[in-house]
């Protein structure tokens, strides 16, 4: 019976997340003045970032308040940076990056591994909040990601006056 409970319970939720996701993407399409952020968001976020909103984040924030999608920002050495989501409430700069072991880890070049660490460490320098989650702990710990990352189990604002300590 309780099965049975828990199966509804999660069907509604996930009728709610198809909804409340497609009006926060074309929402954001809508009001993107920026060609080149437009067009990703166009094209749709990768497979393990929607796997993130899905199972992670929305079953614990219920919404997408103050959350940016393909948030581009310009780095300290004057580039531009496309960030899997951004959380940004009142000021602060928290940014989640959804990392696949093949793009991240196994299939790397030597010069996008410095890439990495050159962006990662320049957004650090800019007061962002980072948070890489690999994909495969979404799949494997998705409880410890959920505890990690959704904003009911972590202070962005606490941390970001921690990181500037």
């Known amino acids: 019976m309780s099965s049975q409970i828990s199966k509804r319970k999660e069907n509604g939720l996930m009728k709610g997340f198809e909804k409340e996701y497609t009006q926060w993407i074309q929402q954001n399409i809508l009001e993107e003045k920026n060609p080149r952020r437009r067009e990703l968001l166009e094209k749709g976020l990768g497979h393990g970032t929607v796997q993130f909103l899905k199972y992670i984040w929305f079953p614990v924030v219920g919404n997408f308040d103050h959350l940016y999608p393909e948030w581009e920002v310009r780095d300290l050495n004057n580039g531009y940076r496309y960030l899997d989501l951004a959380y940004m409430p009142g000021g602060v700069k928290g940014c989640i990056e959804i990392q696949g072991f093949g793009p991240h880890a196994r299939d790397i070049s030597v010069a996008r591994f410095k890439d990495l660490c050159w962006r990662h460490s320049l957004l650090a320098l ?7 989650i690999a994909y495969l702990s979404i799949i494997d710990e998705p409880k410890n990601v959920s505890n ?3 904003p009911s189990s972590v202070n962005l604002s606490q941390q970001t006056l921690l990181h500037q300590i």
């Open 148 to 150: 990690l990352s959704c």
């Open 126 to 132: 800019d007061n962002w909040t980072i948070l890489p």
